[in-house]
């Protein structure tokens, strides 16, 4: 142990800790920008110095640790002068129209600025300013840019995929686009991590909320909407509701009371692909297709654009199956068009979801009969439901519980676990095993692909199961850093798998990249956790044994795998022109 004193405090903190943490551990929150645990320690912003009695220089408490007899001091006159100097400085380089920014009221250099009172700026504004393609799902705005580094470093050590990059040096420097590349040239698999790990409004995702509204306003127009599962898990975290009060059955009563004519939760397609996905996959494992590799889950557009980049001659492995989001689209396009007796045309569908790559995701064409168009044609994220909430004036106290239009009201617990990682596999299992047995396995037969952290075993979660004298061998892997690791490996042919999934966010979809954001904390075990607990207490928890969707394949598609299914249900993964 080691023995300092922290603003008249003496403490004793565990070798190798941070002057931050052994501050925080005495409720003394020191102020940071550029700091992330374990990604981005470089004290690069200088905001969180302190001052070492008998040293005539300030340091960073981020990245030196505690050692015996220090004397600190986080909040002296001198250290007080340095922060707002500091301050002062990155906002004379930083657009402060904090009113029109996608962070207003969470920014932690809002934050820090009003905590000093900073009310002017005594230097000289000197705003960078640069185009961007404002169409491309994710939007970066050089002029809030503080270069703090973060984007950098959760695209470099988690992700592995270096779309970010330093320009320039001293005061010219700036974060843009690595290689000199336009962001569409990138291979950005539009994760959102970025966006999520960013202090400020410098990097968003491309709002939708207007096209909403205008969708809504227009009589000819009949809007349909989506919940995706992860959302339910996180959308209270904005509006101040506790988890067990922000249920599935109070944003559905919230775009309701917005305008939207029919709400769906996407639960029900998400059973709705597991009848697709373990169909493909038993038929895919028993006709020996995957001695060599695996079959990989196709639910995850991030996890999509990353494999077409970096491993093409991986897609033919990857399920055909669309993703819950496309499937629910085409079918709202299709047989829900038909139970209304309208053109496809006339339905505007909408979804709102925990992703950003969703965004891009949505450009799928349909074609089908005589229609041509999109499944989805306006993707919002959960930070833009919080927005059209707040923007619509609805009072969450007011909200009630209500069930999702018919005839696709449905979903089961396997459904509802698509959002946490481990949650596709464990659902296809659910049904596969019920497919090869006709009968039911014991409904928690196959936690094990449960991931119990990101962190542990480098983000992949092992298991083998039998069924009579079948070994089933699978992997669940989240992170596309881990993603690559592992599919390395496949490559190398040191390990083998029959059946993996993949997410292309730490955790999951609630960790997905349009999820609220708290900076500093990592929320998606925690998020995963509570669909856990909702999987529990549902009463039908086999994707198979969802009625709307059995009714569904015997009115409109017959049976899993069938012509029109594959039509509707299924896609081809194509490499990038």
């Known amino acids: 142990m080691v023995n300092l004193t922290i603003d008249g405090k003496p403490i004793s903190v565990e070798e190798n800790t941070t002057i931050m943490e052994a501050a925080a551990q005495l409720g003394i929150m020191i102020p940071k920008l550029c700091y992330l645990k374990g990604l981005n320690e470089i004290a690069a912003c200088r905001v969180c110095v302190v001052e070492l009695e008998g040293k005539e220089k300030l340091i960073s408490s981020c990245n030196n640790v505690a050692e015996e007899g220090m004397v600190i001091y986080t909040n002296s006159p001198k250290v007080r002068r340095h922060r707002r100097t500091t301050v002062e400085l990155l906002l004379s380089q930083h657009n402060g129209q904090c009113v029109t920014c996608s962070r207003s009221g969470n920014c932690a250099l809002q934050d820090i600025a009003n905590d000093l009172n900073i009310l002017e700026i005594p230097y000289e504004k000197q705003i960078e300013d640069r185009p961007w393609n404002k169409d491309f799902p ?29 320009e320039g040096t001293g005061s010219m420097s700036t974060i843009n686009v690595s290689g ?41 127009k009949i809007v349909v909407a989506q919940v995706a599962p992860a959302v339910r898990a996180a959308w209270g975290e904005g509006l101040g509701l506790a988890p067990e009060d922000a249920t599935i059955g109070k944003i559905l009563d919230a775009m309701k009371k917005m305008g939207m004519d029919y709400v769906f939760d996407t639960v029900f397609s998400a059973d709705l692909t597991i009848m697709e996905e373990a169909n493909e996959f038993l038929k895919r494992f028993t006709a020996g ?45 299709t047989y829900f068009a038909q139970k209304l007796g309208v053109e496809p045309e006339k339905i505007y569908t909408v979804s709102v979801m925990p992703c950003v790559a969703k965004k891009g995701e949505r450009e799928m064409e349909l074609f089908y009969e005589e229609y041509a168009g999109h499944d989805i044609d306006a993707v919002i994220t959960t930070r833009e439901l919080v927005k059209m909430i707040r923007a619509a004036h609805i009072n969450p106290a007011t909200l009630e519980d209500i069930e999702s239009d018919r005839p696709m009201q449905q979903g089961t617990g ?38 119990t952290g990101f962190q542990a075993n480098h ?38 798998y029959d ?26 075990f925690e998020r995963g956790g509570e669909l856990y607990a909702l999987d529990e207490q549902y009463k039908v928890r086999f994707s198979h044994e969802n009625r ?12 899993p795998m069938s012509h029109r299914a594959h039509m509707l249900l299924h896609t081809e993964h194509k490499r990038p022109s």
């Open 548 to 559: 709307d969707v059995q009714q569904m394949y015997a009115e409109f598609f017959e049976k």
């Open 180 to 220: 000199h590349k336009k962001i569409e040239e990138a291979d950005c698999s539009l994760c959102g991590q970025c966006i999520t790990h960013c202090p400020v409004g410098a990097l968003s995702a491309r709002d939708d909320t207007e096209k909403v509204w205008r969708a809504i306003e227009d009589k000819d």
């Open 138 to 166: 994710l939007i970066k705005d050089y002029s809030k840019c503080i270069k703090c580094m973060r984007c950098v470093q959760v695209c470099d050590k988690v992700q592995g995929l270096n779309i970010w990059d330093v």
């Open 459 to 496: 983000g992949v979660q092992e298991a083998e199961f039998q069924v009579d004298d079948i070994t089933v061998r699978t992997a669940v892997v989240s992170g596309l850093g881990n993603t690559r690791a592992l599919l390395e490996k496949i490559e190398r042919g040191e390990v083998h």
């Open 499 to 524: 059946f993996v999934e993949v997410m292309a966010c730490p955790g999951g979809c609630v960790g997905g990249g349009g999820q609220p954001i708290h900076d500093g904390e990592e929320r998606a």
């Open 414 to 451: 396997a459904g509802v676990i698509f959002g946490a990682t481990g949650g596709v596999m464990e659902a296809a299992l659910r049904t596969a095993y019920y497919l090869l047995k006709s009968e039911n396995p014991p409904v928690d037969a196959f936690r094990q692909v449960r991931s």
């Open 289 to 333: 297709e995957l001695k060599e590799f695996p079959m990989f889950t196709s639910c995850c557009p991030g996890w999509i654009r990353f494999a077409k980049t970096q491993f093409p001659h991986f897609l033919k492995q990857i399920s055909t199956a669309k993703s819950p989001q496309q499937m629910f689209g085409a079918v709202m396009k």
